[in-house]
């Protein structure tokens, strides 16, 4: 190990520091630059999007005029952007519901079973969705769900579900199991327990479980693409409808690109911290 | 799904505060068993929800599996037994599919959970800036894959209009049809890109609950930079990097959105859930044969699954002891 010795030195030695906070940047800005680029994009003409690469140019927004605007044959936008808060924020909220007793149930005062129970839940994220589409499909297709919201918010909850329980269930193993003890015996009911007790202390976590829920609903793609093209249709499945065989596109679709990311990006970007923490916790321990 | 019903928990437990203490064997057996139900019942609506969504369309695909179903052209549907499994197994395109699962699904966790640690390390130190370069970096992981691939397409990997062209033709390279001529690599580039965020997140996180009156007491020892990261801060990630593998695995393996985005599903960079989307209602029709090919992935998963679970298993075990 002696030959490590100046690999060892690097980061002591000031000027090799500020090299390793270069290369940080470097690689940070090389990782950021495609959304970079495709912001940029969005602003341009079709013509200068497509062809050598303009860096400097007279921003329009002529592109998110034209993929805002309603033009027949094409869900519009208002009504696209509402579709899609509707599926995430119902179906994110009906998996917290869903989940917090569940995880409750598997930690603070676990069940029997609950290492059964955990494992059940966890592996049915392992089945393929794509395996089950088409019976999915065909059930959708009988219970007149198909096109509207409803399949979607169904659909999203189970997805996101065994993820939830998982994370919620390492919050609630941060919970002192004195104090819930404590609660039982004052006589406390179980729903007192977990709403006056439990949920103030891991409301962290919650956020974090809830923002991912979030992430991961917002950006499905196949679900909405199979079950819900036309009526109800989402910001994932729009974007993809910029896209032309006959004309340059980059430019438009650049510009539905940044409309249809925005609301996770801006979520992630500020709730990046809690996000941290909540995936720490709620993976080990 | 129903929400539980806070009010009948609460009833029990009066019923049982009331009870005569004459009876005590028996009562404490009644007591016991309400008690496990009363420990049940927060559960039900979560397990039930998910039984019912994940396992009838399962038990279903069964079902189909087992039929000659063919949509386009229309014909009856007849029952036929295992004829759809032995024609799956002697299909080259099937095997050519897992294959590219196996492939597509290994390199995608292994390269980002490497960079993600590369990526953790290099953000667990303190300089200026360094929520800002956090952010830069952990956007890939927010944007929408079917965004993410399309603008890798059109406007990173293609040979006129690309962004990766662009500058390898400045350094005189001459330019490449990334998605055309490598379309497995082009996505697992795409999907790394996406990933790693994710896997540095969760390594950060490990790194930064490293104790650092440890991480002190090496140093005073006289461990160098390398002996520190080898003998102390990989044993302590290794919970973290099994977790990040579990659920890199868990999302990677049936990955859609890149492939339809990037390379449109040419059969030598499309997985065993595209494959089985094409057979069935991407294209194919053919709904029996595509309800065994589902059943034969979800077989091979739940094995791979498995050995996930066992790591999930090793995750849990120190909570036992605490």
Redesign the interface.
């Known amino acids: 190990m002696s030959q490590s010795t100046d690999v060892a030195d690097f980061g002591s030695n000031r000027f090799a520091s500020a090299l390793l906070t270069a290369f940080t940047y470097l690689l940070g800005i090389i990782f950021f630059f495609p959304v970079a680029w495709m912001v940029l994009n969005s602003f341009k003409t079709e013509d200068e999007a497509s062809g050598s690469p303009v860096f400097f140019f007279e921003p329009t927004l002529d592109q998110f005029r034209l993929v805002t605007s309603d033009i027949a044959g094409r869900a519009s936008f208002s009504e696209v952007y509402t579709n899609s808060f509707f599926v995430v924020l119902l179906s994110t909220a009906i998996v917290m519901i869903l989940a917090i007793p569940a995880a409750f149930a598997l930690s603070v005062r676990p069940i029997a079973k609950w290492r059964d129970v955990l494992f059940f839940f966890i592996s049915t994220k392992f089945l393929p969705v794509v395996a089950g589409i088409l019976p999915v499909y065909i059930i959708g297709r009988e219970l007149d769900l198909l096109n509207t919201r409803w399949s979607l918010v169904i659909m999203y909850t189970a997805l996101n579900l065994p993820l939830a329980v998982w994370m919620l269930r390492s919050f609630f193993q941060e919970v002192p199991g004195e104090l819930i003890e404590a609660a039982r015996i004052d006589g406390a009911s179980l729903r007192s327990q977990l709403t006056s007790i439990v949920l103030p202390i891991v409301a962290p976590g919650l956020a974090a479980t809830a923002l991912l829920c979030f992430i991961f609903a917002w950006n499905e793609f196949f679900l909405s693409l199979q079950l819900n093209t036309s009526d109800a249709q989402t910001a994932s499945v729009w974007v993809t409808g910029f896209q032309s065989q006959r004309e340059n596109f980059i430019a438009r679709l650049s510009a539905a690109s940044t409309l249809a990311v925005l609301p996770v990006v801006i979520a992630g970007w500020i709730a990046q911290k809690r996000m941290i923490r909540g995936l720490a916790m709620g993976a080990i321990k | 799904?129903q929400?539980?019903d806070?009010s009948s928990?609460?009833e029990r437990?009066d019923t049982i505060s009331e009870a005569p203490s004459i009876q005590r064997s028996e009562e404490a057996k009644k007591l016991q068993k309400r008690e496990?139900w009363?420990?049940?019942?927060?559960?039900l609506?979560?397990?039930i929800?998910?039984i019912a969504?994940?396992q009838?369309?399962?038990i279903?695909?069964i079902f189909?599996s087992l039929t000659e179903w063919t949509v386009n052209p229309p014909r009856d549907r007849t029952f036929e037994g295992f004829e759809n499994y032995t024609f799956a197994f002697g299909d080259r395109f099937f095997r050519e599919a897992a294959w590219v699962t196996a492939k597509m699904t290994f390199w995608s966790v292994v390269l980002s959970v490497i960079f993600g640690l590369g990526?953790a390390m290099?953000?667990d130190?303190k300089?200026?800036?360094v929520g800002?370069?956090?952010?830069?970096?952990?956007?890939?992981?927010?944007?929408?894959?079917?965004?993410?691939s399309?603008?890798?397409k059109?406007?990173?990997f293609d040979a006129s209009?690309g962004?990766i062209n662009?500058f390898t033709g400045l350094l005189g390279a001459e330019p490449y049809e990334f998605v055309s001529k490598r379309p497995l690599w082009s996505i697992i580039g795409v999907l790394v890109?996406q990933w790693?965020?994710f896997m540095m997140?969760?390594l950060?996180?490990?790194l930064?609950?490293q104790s650092t009156s440890v991480l002190e007491a090496a140093r005073v020892d006289g461990a160098?930079?390398?002996?520190i990261f080898r003998q102390i801060t990989l044993p302590h990630l290794r919970?973290?990097i099994e977790?990040c593998g579990l659920l890199g695995a868990?999302y990677l393996?049936?990955v859609?959105?890149h492939i339809i985005?990037l390379s449109g599903g040419v059969s030598s960079a499309r997985n065993?859930?595209?494959f089985?989307?094409r057979t069935?209602?991407g294209g194919g029709w053919r709904?029996g044969e595509?309800?065994a090919?589902?059943?034969i992935?979800?077989v091979i998963?739940?094995i791979?699954?498995t050995f996930?679970?066992r790591v999930?298993?090793g995750?849990?075990e120190?909570?036992d002891a605490a």
Do not use: C, H
Not at chain 2, 132 to 148: K, N, S
């Open positions: 799904m929400v539980v806070p928990s609460e437990s496990a009363s420990r049940r019942i927060p559960l609506p979560a397990l929800f998910l969504v994940t009838i369309p399962f279903l695909s189909y990526m290099l953000l130190r300089f200026r800036g800002f370069v956090r952010t830069l970096v952990l956007t890939p992981f927010l944007v929408m894959p079917i965004v993410a399309l603008v890798w059109t406007q990173m209009f962004m662009w890109w790693t965020p997140l969760i950060l996180a490990g930064q609950s160098t930079k390398w002996g919970n973290y977790l868990i393996i049936q859609f959105d985005g065993l859930p595209f089985v989307y069935s209602i709904f595509a309800s090919y589902s059943i992935v979800v998963t739940i791979f699954a996930g679970l999930l298993s995750l849990l120190g909570e």
